[in-house]
């Protein structure tokens, strides 16, 4: 399986400190993307990441991506409590074919 | 939300029955897809579609059918259901978005097998 593997699998921060996550994957990927799940909802989609790129910014999300050691890392800064959330990472080797990380539980604490 | 309805949203079946999932969207999308999602292991694809009639399968497709009759339309159906069954299920559109494709996914549809 090319599933990814995210880590930690849970994080508690308290509000305005920053948040990193880590996305493992097995194979060559064509791009990485990260989505957001809160809690009884579908997942929305953060930001894509191209495997030609190393680094991507978005309001308040960085995130990198290595390929020679297949991982990528989310960062949030200055959390708020509305970020408390679930985060996938999702790698796609072929094109329309996605596979899903086991996910970060993240927590901001106000 | 990219126009992406899921019917039933909650439903409890028993064990050995036929039920159908049904997926709608209404912007012409060409790829659907069906995942479900269970603790510990983070969604898993089930079937997807490109296209009309088109239909592959995903690393969990054992004890599903699909079928895409109409662009708006992907259906799931568990043939006769078992308890390892009991899950969220997501579907989900793709569409080209910042040099890649990006995924929209539905509510969801969280169905009990007792």
């Known amino acids: 399986s090319q599933q990814g593997e995210e880590d930690p699998q849970a994080l508690s921060i308290q509000e305005g400190e920053n948040a990193t996550m880590n996305c493992s994957y097995k194979t060559s990927i064509n791009n990485l993307q990260w989505y957001r799940q809160n809690s009884g909802r579908g997942l929305v989609h953060l930001i894509l990441?191209?495997?030609?790129?190393r680094e991507k910014h978005s309001g308040r999300l960085r995130v990198t991506l290595d390929t020679s050691k297949k991982s990528s890392s989310l960062l949030i800064t200055a959390s708020r409590a509305a970020d408390t959330a679930s985060y996938f990472c999702?790698?796609?080797?072929?094109?329309?074919?996605?596979?899903f990380g086991t996910g970060t539980s993240l927590t901001v604490i106000p | 939300d990219a126009g992406i309805t899921q019917s039933p949203r909650h439903k409890v079946t028993e064990t050995g029955t036929p039920v159908t999932l049904r997926c709608h969207q209404t912007e012409n999308h060409r790829y659907m897809y069906w995942y479900r999602q269970d603790p510990g292991h983070g969604l898993r694809l089930i079937h997807y579609s490109y296209g009309v009639k088109d239909t592959d399968k995903g690393e969990v497709s054992d004890g599903y059918s699909v079928s895409r009759s109409k662009t708006e339309d992907f259906l799931l159906t568990l043939e006769s259901a078992t308890s390892s069954q009991t899950s969220v299920y997501f579907c989900a559109i793709s569409e080209s978005r910042g040099g890649g494709y990006e995924q929209y996914f539905g509510p969801g549809t969280r169905l009990t097998v007792t």
């Open positions: 999702a790698t796609d080797a072929f094109p329309n074919q996605f596979y």
């Open positions: 990441i191209r495997s030609n790129e």
